[in-house]
């Protein structure tokens, strides 16, 4: 299984990346990174690994420990380009997230959300941690006029955590963790409800379309599908430091087998559709 996982030159959140890549990769599938230029190794945001506020409030000692073997790894080295995407390649999309000032070059790029929109429509799964929701928000379907992710349900990035971190570490640090006016929760909502730019009225659904704001460690995670229909649902609840899931109606087996990669739940064996609970040595991101 190829999956592609698209960042910014800098800023990306450590966490969020270095732990679905040592999920994925100790399954035995192919993590293929791209930047916008491709040109030479990203980098995440450098106060994750030394503290954000006087030391406080980084990574763990455990992603920082993957980030590291990460950035040794051939592939992380030398990404692909983002106009050298070719989306049909890939089985599995997995949108990582940040909060400090690099990220805008990611999710303010038309051209990523050119290539996700293509990748959508091939109904295959896709992951998005905390900022990186956005970039599905902002992502349209062409053929509706509406944002990929119109009359579904995701979780993102709570707005009250977003405002508490800034007011906390404002004095010191002035919008770290305000990448744009608009908080991620406000910006997701307004993207699962506005009305089509096309024309095209939005399809009829069971239920109102809304943003679900989950906590867990320092990132949350929302995981969706095209095929899935707006009933997929998945959360990562306070109470449990292992990333339990609260599944909804009609999640596909091919989602199910690749949220588990994705937010270090149940590694599952994609190919023969089976579940192997192998644990990793000493690692709360795997059961």
Do not use: N
Not at 66 to 85: G, H, K, N, S, V
Not at 89 to 103: E, I, Y
Not at 208 to 225: E, F, K, L, N, V
Request: with cysteine.
């Amino acid at each position: 299984m190829r999956v592609l996982m698209p960042l910014p030159d800098r800023d990306f959140d450590t966490t969020e990346v270095a732990v679905p890549w040592r999920v994925l990769t100790d399954r035995g599938h192919d993590v293929v990174f791209a930047t916008e230029r491709g040109t030479g190794p990203p980098a995440c945001d450098p106060r994750l690994l030394s503290g954000v506020l006087f030391g406080r409030l980084g990574a763990d000692p455990e992603p920082i420990s993957f980030y590291e073997q990460l950035a040794e790894t051939p592939t992380f080295r030398a990404p692909i380009a983002w106009d050298e995407i070719e989306p049909q390649t890939f089985d599995g999309l997995v949108l990582a997230g940040g909060h400090a000032p690099g990220m805008r070059q990611y999710v303010a790029s038309t051209m990523l959300q050119e290539k996700v929109a293509s990748y959508w429509q091939l109904e295959r799964p896709v992951g998005a941690i905390c900022h990186g929701v956005i970039v599905l928000a902002r992502t349209v379907d062409p053929a509706s006029g509406r944002s990929v992710i119109a009359g579904k349900q995701t979780t993102c990035l709570p707005k009250f955590m977003e405002r508490a971190a800034f007011y906390l570490t404002a004095w010191r640090l002035g919008r770290y963790y305000r990448t744009y006016p608009a908080y991620v929760e406000d910006e997701v909502i307004e993207a699962l409800t506005a009305p089509s730019s096309s024309g095209v009225a939005p399809a009829r659904r069971s239920a109102p379309a809304r943003a679900t704001t989950t906590m867990h460690s320092s990132s949350t995670m929302g995981i969706t599908c095209p095929h899935a229909g707006p009933a997929t649902h998945i959360s990562s609840p306070k109470s449990s430091p292992r990333c339990s899931r609260r599944r909804r109606e009609a999640t596909p087996p091919a989602l199910d087998r690749v949220c588990d990669l994705a937010v270090g739940g149940r590694p599952r064996d994609l190919a023969a559709g089976t579940s192997d609970v192998r644990r990793f040595p000493r690692s709360r991101y795997s059961r």
